[in-house]
């Protein structure tokens, strides 16, 4: 026997103590602080041990209790970031998808992982209305936009084989307000971070589309090529809409690639699709399944309608993995369309879950995210000490504490990173920050299927307790 082989019943000894440890963490989630107090040597100390020459088997299963203890736990008050909630008939379905070890590249080395994929896709588009769409799941949206920038700029100008440099200067446009992954994406695929036109947005964070134009059309005029226009459905920080009929509109005039980055909002489209209208005409659209669809991470999707330039761009086919077929379903090689090779299964979590729970069950979750930010929304509206720095177009809520007498506004800022840092600590309630308008912001974002109202009240409590912890 191999020294590595664990037979049937070990196997299923092994996942029932792993279910277990998985199903009492989910069991007092609620109860659990966020963060435990815990600092960087006692984790170093706790995990950082030495590599074992001799395996350690029950005291193994030990170390998977101890990094339950030790994680940051996400239970219906934790609001940071743009982070879904993890669905766990989802997570109990990645098991499997371990297990069978599907290599997801093309039909003909997992033709189940593949038809999947493209079934989930193509259940992803019709859920958000974007027909006619074809596309692939990546590790998230940052890998999403980098592929559809990769196409938008292959398109513009072919630079594959003979690079950038023959081809002269190339221009890609977004708002300021657009997520980071543009700008890494500008910057791996040799365009420049320089040559990202970083457009102006109005009071409530949408780019202005008459900015857009004229950058566009300065550009023309100096001779640089106008690659990809970028709206954000939602933006980051605040869920803001870009105007996507608008930008759609002037991508079309000028014949540049229209992207939507819907990495944290575009699924919203399930339960709120009058928000998203435009989206339709877009060239491209990422999407977060891991974000709001509550999928375990990873999981992302990029989806496009010319699937022929997204193999144009995308395939460099070695001899090895030619996939010996022509017919048009085992043929399929989505290592043609992807910028991975190896890729794991994920399609099997989110069909299951899709499956198990039904849109509707999705639905219903989505518009109750929506739901308890206007909630919170009107909770701090109501207090005086608290003061809303953004519209509410999604479920991000970017607000601060301003106190009763008018601070000076760099005194402001630094109140409230402390205060962001003390609600952290008490554990209750999980925030992240944004940075508005130079206006330091905390910032509570609702993508989370455990959250209650009762949840959302706790919010505008815990900050002012953590507030007068502060102050004291
Ligand atoms: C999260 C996010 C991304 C990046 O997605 P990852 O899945 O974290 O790679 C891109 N754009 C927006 C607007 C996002 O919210």
């Given at each position: 026997m191999n020294p590595i082989d664990v037979q049937c019943d070990e196997f299923l000894r092994l996942a029932e103590r792993v279910t277990r440890i998985a199903a009492d963490y989910l069991v007092d989630l609620d109860a659990r602080p966020i963060l435990r107090e815990v600092t960087g040597e006692d984790l170093e100390r706790i995990f950082r041990t030495p590599l074992p020459e001799t395996g350690l088997a029950e005291e193994a299963v030990d170390g998977l209790a101890d990094v339950v203890r030790h994680s940051r736990v996400q239970n219906g008050r934790f609001f940071g970031y743009?982070?879904?909630?993890?669905e766990p008939a989802a997570a109990v379905a990645d098991l499997l998808s371990s297990v069978l070890n599907q290599i997801a590249t093309a039909w003909r080395s997992s033709p189940v992982a593949v038809t999947l994929e493209r079934a989930v896709v193509g259940w992803l588009a019709q859920a958000i209305g974007y027909r006619d769409s074809v596309g692939v799941l990546t590790g998230g949206g940052s890998a999403a936009n980098l592929m559809a920038l990769a196409i938008a700029r292959e398109k513009a100008v072919a630079a594959n084989e003979s690079g950038l440099r023959a081809r002269g200067p190339l221009a890609v446009y977004a708002s300021?307000?657009?997520?980071m992954s543009i700008a890494k994406a500008v910057a791996l695929l040799g365009i420049g971070r320089e040559n990202l036109r970083l457009i102006p947005v109005d009071d409530a964070f949408h780019i202005i589309p008459e900015r857009l134009e004229k950058a566009i059309q300065h550009d023309k005029d100096l001779g640089i090529t106008p690659a990809a226009a970028i709206a954000s459905a939602g933006t980051v920080n605040t869920g803001a809409i870009d105007a996507l009929p608008q930008i759609a509109a002037i991508a079309r005039k000028y014949g540049v690639w229209f992207h939507i980055d819907g990495a944290y909002g575009a699924l919203a489209a399930v339960a709120a699709p009058e928000k998203f209208r435009g989206l339709e005409q877009a060239d491209s659209i990422s999407l977060d399944p891991h974000k709001w669809l509550y999928q375990p991470l990873d999981c992302g999707c990029l989806l496009y309608r010319d699937a022929a330039m997204a193999r144009r761009t995308l395939a460099h086919s070695g001899d090895y993995a030619r996939s010996l077929s022509s017919d048009p379903i085992e043929g399929l090689a989505l290592f043609e369309e992807s910028?991975?090779?190896?890729?794991?299964?994920?399609?099997l979590k989110l069909w299951f879950s899709l499956r198990y729970h039904g849109l509707a069950a999705f639905r219903k979750s989505i518009e109750k995210d929506l739901r308890q930010a206007r909630q919170l929304g009107a909770l701090i509206a109501n207090k005086s000490d608290l003061e809303l720095l953004a519209p509410i177009e999604l479920s991000a809520v970017c607000f601060r504490y301003v106190g009763k007498n008018s601070l000076p506004e760099d005194k402001i800022s630094q109140l409230n990173l402390n205060i962001l840092q003390r609600v952290i600590a008490r554990g209750r309630v999980y925030l992240s920050n944004a940075t508005l308008n130079s206006k330091f912001c905390l910032r509570a974002c609702i993508v989370n299927h455990h959250t209650t109202e009762a949840d959302i009240d706790t919010v505008p409590v815990e900050v002012l307790a953590a507030a007068r912890e502060v102050l004291a």
């Open positions: 743009v982070l879904g909630s993890g300021t307000e657009a997520h910028i991975e090779l190896s890729r794991r299964f994920r399609a």
